[in-house]
């Protein structure tokens, strides 16, 4: 059954309803198992802000805390060893209930340590280039709990797969302190994930119907949200469904350029990152900016060297992309939302030749009926008084991304969509 508005509710909130596959029609990749949190996984760079991606780790222990979007008695995670060029060894690995009063940082709940196990065993080793799943844990949670994942390196990793923008503290310890309670031992911290792509849950109660993957560039990480706080996009979604939702959105990515700062384009990580979450069932497509406005951004005064590659891109050899992933998409049963670009006059990102671009695909999205259906950004965050602009209640001080607002107000629009 297709998803129905009235008309005008669906203009108020910028939405364009078309035909496709219904929602949730998309099986769980595997007997029971839902995607309850993900990041997506980049190669060691510097990145936005300090992270100890290159350097890796060499006899530490990282902690990191994840809110999960699902309910689940058991639990495994997903570690990553996507750009390792030697094999990773895991020395072990713990998962907590996390502890949030105040002045606990990186404490978890005691009694609630699990220490988990991959094929049996508490140490694993990971191929170059490899991802694996630990063995479940027995640990009820909530949807919207926060869990913390600890991992153990008793020897030297090399250069970390990471996702740079977590907007999320994560904390590091020098020695094996997997098991603690405290958080104590945990002096150094960065915003930045390690190895750890996703935590999957079984056995929640009612089982749901699918996820939603939110796939896209820093619109969908969450720039410009509070940090913190769990104010990104994808965070008021899943606090509007009662469906998992994960973000598997990049900063800076693009759809048809690899990038050694942003990760592997979209064409390339689409089916890693959104079509092989397990459950996923409605994948929500907000990406192009970057693709169009890194060549504005590179004219300007002392570009920052992030912004390359940075070829004029058309509308038509964008349009070629999305098509690419909806295809990709469409062959594996999952519906495909797409979403304009929301204005960003004013930013870095504008400029004439982008300000033309971005209205033909724009135009694209709206009119040519491939999308299973469209959230309208453009218009839902627009400037009354200049379109082209971020309305100031929405916007963050970038005039590119929007703010904790505008967050909030594009989960409201794609929620009646997925």
Sequence with gaps: MKKFLPPLL?????????????????????????????????????GFTPNWSQEGFSRQTVRQVVRVTEDGDHLRIRLSHAYGTSPLVVTGATLARTDTGPGRAAAVVPGSVRHLTFGGRRSVTVPARGELRSDPATLPVRRLE?????????????????????????????GDHRADVSGRAFTART??????????????????????VLFGDSLTDGFGSTPHADRRYSD????????????????GNLVLNDSAWYGERATARFRRDALDQPGVSTVVL?????????????????PAPTYKPSPVVTSAELIAGYRTLIDAAHDRGVRIVGATLPPFKGSSHWGPTAERTAAE??????TSGEFDAVVDFARLLADPADPRALHPAYAYEDRLHPNDAGYRLMAEAVAPLV
């Design 10 to 46: 669906a203009a108020a909130l910028g939405l364009t309803l078309l035909s496709g596959p219904p929602a949730g029609a998309r099986p769980a990749h595997g007997p029971g198992w839902q995607a309850a949190w993900g990041a997506a996984p980049q190669a060691p760079a510097t």
């Design 146 to 174: 926060s869990v913390t994942v600890t991992l153990h390196f008793a020897g030297t990793t090399g250069p970390a797969t990471f996702h740079s923008q977590a907007w999320a503290d994560s904390y590091r310890a020098e």
């Design 191 to 212: 915003s930045s994930w390690y190895y750890l792509s996703g935590v999957e849950v079984s056995g929640g109660t009612p089982p749901r119907s699918g996820a939603v």
């Design 236 to 251: 008021a979604l899943a606090e509007r469904l009662d469906r998992p939702v994960v973000n598997s959105g990049i900063g």
């Design 286 to 302: 907000l990406q192009g900016v970057n693709d169009i406005g890194f060549s504005e951004a590179a004219l300007k005064a002392d």
């Design 361 to 366: 695909v724009d135009h694209w999205i709206r």
